[in-house]
RNA sequence: GGCCCCAUCGUCUAGUCUGGCCUAGGACGCUAGGUUUUCAUCCUAGUAACAGGGGUUCGAAUCCCCUUGGGGUCACCA
């Protein structure tokens, strides 16, 4: 059991908790869960908090909170309110003393080094190789300060960093599971570089890789923008004589201009998608394809056949432009092929939100503008109307808000179907007032077949339909008419058509 | 600028590893048509790409080199 558990591939999500969790976070997130549930392997969330200004709590909840919309799971790490797994804790900012031993190892050992430059020397350095279009690498002054000299400064109470013993000459190669061999030369690493600050308060690369190794993670999938970092955490990982994780570099999401993917693009954080009505499911399955694809043509896949298709041999290794007008099909396919049941109950939120309904119970709503009781049922049938419509779920309100208020606000003048006069349009209304009142059974095919044989009467089934419609929906565009009486009944269509033929009249 | 990475329609991509079946396929978008009372759905058709140049080979989108282009990254942030 326990030799079992062992054998298991250990991979970790780790965000840093300073903004929103956006699109970008989601796909690394995504990858490291795809794989792990590929492999049945462990996925472990922890949280990079280490810069006390900018982390704050919210941000975390927006992450475990968004990681659970989208449906991703983790076994290990940072929960809603605990913390699970033997490896804690896992927030960076309760690890203190674990990189704290592991600094001053690295001090004994000389593999690091106490630096005194200060912020305005180094400053000057840099802009000294800059002017002379040189890499910038640090000059090494306090490199091979003796011991003894160290410690006296530290006493004297100057100000230190703690840099890494950089290999002089030395290539640091590394298989990435996408990209193939990548390798750097440790002399293009900008010199000795910084892990660690005053009181052995730990750098980002050094942090990374101690919990890295504590946490026992045996893959790490990452964007790219993190692939020069991999050379440094190498350089770490063998200054302190541990193992070295496999590596997979995610190719990035890019904004229209092809750069980075950020907040200049625009709507990234998640939220807004789920606000804006996207589903989860649209979401997984497009952000899956961004950067991979099982291989065919087939497009729509559920979560678990990616799971079971995921390799890395099928990983784009170039970025990939945010294409919102494919997420948008993507999800409106979702939503046609979504149980009417369970459309209706996200949907109600929207209408909630929009002010058209108020909850009153289980199941029970009440129109507050038509003063009306509403039940979930008659909701449902409404949404069937537009099931096929819609693409996004935010667009719901605006499409069915009447049949939820009393008085329909549109120019009369949209009644009239092309040429025709308003006269003859009331006409129209008038025979489909009467035909309605004769409908004894209220069924979908009755109204239809009604309806039908009354527009056949004449040259064009618009000259009857397209003002019926109007009426009752009020818009230019909307379901078709058979369908709305159907929905709302004898009562409140004999009252629209009644409204429309009343402000025909003002028209003439 | 140094270093690293990448390169098929406007976009996401199949095909590349293991050259020939590629007259380069699909999807989104756009255009046209059909179904239709409107909108949407659905169906049909069209639009549009192997960055350029050298090799290797009987044969190159596919292998090699160069050029060009794009991106990432260069902190006492993560």
Redesign the pocket.
């Known amino acids: 059991m326990n030799k079992k558990s062992e054998e298991k591939i250990r991979l970790r999500f ?3 908790p ?1 903004g929103s969790f956006h699109i970008g976070s989601a796909r690394a997130a995504l990858f490291n869960y795809l794989y792990a549930q590929k492999e049945k392997g462990v996925l472990v969330l922890r949280i ?4 006390r ?3 704050k709590k919210i941000y975390e909840e927006d992450i475990m909170r968004s990681l659970s919309w989208l449906g991703m799971t983790w076994e290990e790490g940072v929960f809603e309110d605990e913390e699970r797994g033997d490896y804690g804790p896992y927030r ?1 900012s309760e690890r203190g003393d674990i990189y704290k031993r592991y600094l001053m190892k690295m001090i004994e050992e000389e593999r690091a080094y106490y ?8 400053e000057k350095e ?1 802009e000294e190789s ?1 002017k002379n ?6 000059s090494g002054t306090c490199r091979n300060l003796p011991i003894k000299e160290q410690d006296k400064r530290i006493r004297d109470g100057e ?3 703690i840099r890494l013993r950089l290999p002089e000459n030395e290539i640091i190669k590394f298989d ?1 599971r ?8 440790s002399g ?3 010199g000795d ?2 892990i660690g ?2 009181n052995f ?8 890789v101690v919990d890295d190794y504590e946490m026992k993670i045996t893959h790490v999938i990452r ?7 991999t ?2 955490q190498i350089a770490i990982q063998q200054a302190l004589g541990i193992e070295i994780p496999e590596y997979a ?1 995610l ?2 999401i ?1 904004g ?5 993917l ?1 907040k200049r693009h625009g709507s990234v954080s998640l939220f807004e998608y789920k606000e804006k009505g996207y589903l989860p499911e649209a979401l997984i399955n ?1 952000i899956s ?11 729509i896949y559920s979560k678990e056949e990616i799971i079971e298709k995921f390799s890395f ?2 990983c ?8 919102i ?6 999800n ?2 979702y939503i ?1 092929n979504m149980e009417l049941e369970k459309l209706t109950e996200i949907v109600v939120p929207y209408l909630i939100s929009e002010k058209l309904i108020t909850k009153k119970g289980e199941g029970e709503y009440y129109a507050p503008q038509r003063d009306e009781d509403i039940n979930f049922r008659k909701i449902k049938d409404i949404i069937s109307l ?1 099931q ?4 996004l779920l935010s667009e719901v309100p605006l499409l069915t808000d009447y049949f939820f208020i009393k008085k329909l606000d549109y120019d009369p003048k949209l009644l009239l ?1 092309k040429e025709a006069s308003p006269e003859d349009t009331i006409r129209q209304l008038q025979n489909c007032i009467s035909l309605v009142e004769s409908i004894k059974r209220w069924d979908l095919e009755t109204i ?1 077949e009604g ?2 044989r009354e ?1 056949d009467k004449n040259d ?3 000259v ?3 003002p ?2 109007v009426a009752l ?1 009020g ?9 709305i009486i159907w929905v709302m009944g004898p009562e409140m269509t004999i009252e629209r058509l009644r409204m429309a033929i009343e402000s025909l009249k003002g028209i003439k």
């Not at 990079?48 to 810069?51: G, H, L």
């Not at 096929?388 to 693409?391: D, S």
């Open positions: 780790a965000p840093s300073t990079e908090d280490t810069d200004e900018r982390s960076q630096c005194f430059c200060s912020k305005e020397k180094l840099r800059e279009k040189i890499a910038h690498k640090y100000r230190y960093v990435d996408i990209r193939g061999s990548v390798s750097f030369s293009e690493l900008g570089f910084v600050k005053e308060f730990p750098l980002y690369n050094f942090a990374c964007g790219e923008d993190h692939i020069s970092n050379p440094k570099h190719p990035l890019l229209n201009d092809k750069s980075k950020s497009f394809f961004l950067g991979w694809n099982p291989g065919g043509e087939r497009e041999s099928r784009q290794k170039s970025g990939a432009v945010f294409n007008d494919k997420l948008t099909s993507i409106g396919y046609r537009y096929e419509r819609i693409k179907w239809k309806l039908i527009a064009n089934k618009g009857f339909l397209w019926a419609r929906s818009k230019k565009a909307s379901a078709g008419p058979f369908e």
